[in-house]
């Protein structure tokens, strides 16, 4: 179960329904909550189905927002994944005959491939730049305003499958 500020959160329009263990079951995506608006995030593990229902069965998660009625923070993150696979061969093509592949003379259960050192991947690029700002409003009242903007491209790992997928 997870809570914002002691209160249920909102689950997404996604509902599993598709026959699987689990069935009814929504879950909450944490990715919409900004992480410079959290004050602190408090975990109960113990089952608390007795105070919150079937839903609190595995623990609570309450997520505590900022209440700062002055100043701010900014924050600017970027990152991506540098991999380099040893002793894997990176593959530009299959080796091709007549606009055919050719089979590996090597082993014939595989096509022949062109390579070109090892295999390195530069990929799953993120950015992510955020603003919390804190204002009094009135005696004892307070705005705090979170934006954040995140960017995470795909990371890819697939290669070619040099295996024959017609039968000869």
Not at 11 to 27: K, P, Y
Request: no cysteine; glycine share 14%.
């Amino acid at each position: 179960l997870v809570l914002l500020n002691g209160k249920r959160r909102h689950v997404s329009a996604l509902l599993n329904i598709n026959g699987t263990v689990g069935r009814g079951s929504a879950a909450v995506d944490m990715n919409m909550i900004p992480a410079l608006a959290i004050k602190q995030i408090e975990v109960l593990r113990d089952g608390a189905s007795s105070q919150y229902g079937s839903d609190a069965i595995a623990g609570v998660i309450n997520v505590q927002l900022k209440t700062a009625d002055s100043g701010g923070r900014a924050q600017v993150s970027y990152g991506k994944y540098v991999t380099t696979l040893d002793g894997v061969s990176d593959f530009d093509g299959l080796v091709t005959a007549g606009g055919q592949p050719v089979l590996n003379t090597t082993d014939p259960r595989y096509l022949q491939a062109n390579g070109s050192g090892e295999r390195k991947a530069r990929d799953g690029v993120y950015t992510t730049f955020g603003v919390n700002v804190g204002l009094p409003v009135g005696d004892g009242g307070f705005f705090n305003f979170t934006g954040e903007y995140r960017d995470r491209n795909f990371t890819n790992r697939q290669g070619y499958d040099l295996r024959p997928n017609y039968i000869r």
